[in-house]
């Protein structure tokens, strides 16, 4: 192969390069932009929700979690102090249980606020699962109904 052809492929081979580079730095684009409106969602919501790791670790709370709940994420970091906020720790373990089997929980619950407020919360928690089904964490809903 002469001089010019390898030039010609060099800058054939660029030009794809770069089209496959500007096609990835769009598709990264648009994901961080869907991931940023879900989060804003999430984060104006008026449910409070937590996410937990597969260790049970908290890796997120939003506002109203915070309010209903007086405790944020950062307070939560100790391991085993989010399941002080049940008033029965075998109904945090039946529900993580469930969650950890790649199931749902729904169902009503006495909990407590970090001032040690008594609340009662319709819970929602579902398992967060990888694209070959391993178990990542839960995400967990909690609505206050005392005012029902």
């Not at 049970?56 to 399941?83: I, P």
């Not at 819970?123 to 109904?145: H, K, Q, Y």
């Amino acid at each position: 192969m002469d001089v010019q052809a390898r030039i010609v492929a060099t800058l054939r081979r660029n030009e794809t390069q770069s089209a496959v580079e500007k096609e990835v730095t769009k598709d990264l684009q648009r994901t961080q932009e869907e991931l940023l409106r879900i989060s804003k969602a999430v984060d104006c919501a008026s449910d409070a929700v937590c996410v937990l790791d597969a260790t049970q670790a908290v890796s997120y709370v939003n506002g109203s979690f915070v309010t209903l709940f007086g405790v944020n994420g950062e307070d939560l970091e100790v391991e085993g102090c989010f399941s002080r906020l049940f008033v029965e720790q075998r109904e945090w373990d039946e529900i993580w249980g469930v969650c950890e089997e790649n199931g749902s929980f729904a169902g009503d619950l006495d909990m407590r606020a970090e001032s040690g407020e008594s609340l009662i919360v319709h819970c929602r928690a579902d398992a967060v699962l990888n694209e070959g089904s391993s178990f990542l964490g839960t995400v967990i809903l909690f609505t206050d109904i005392r005012q029902r």
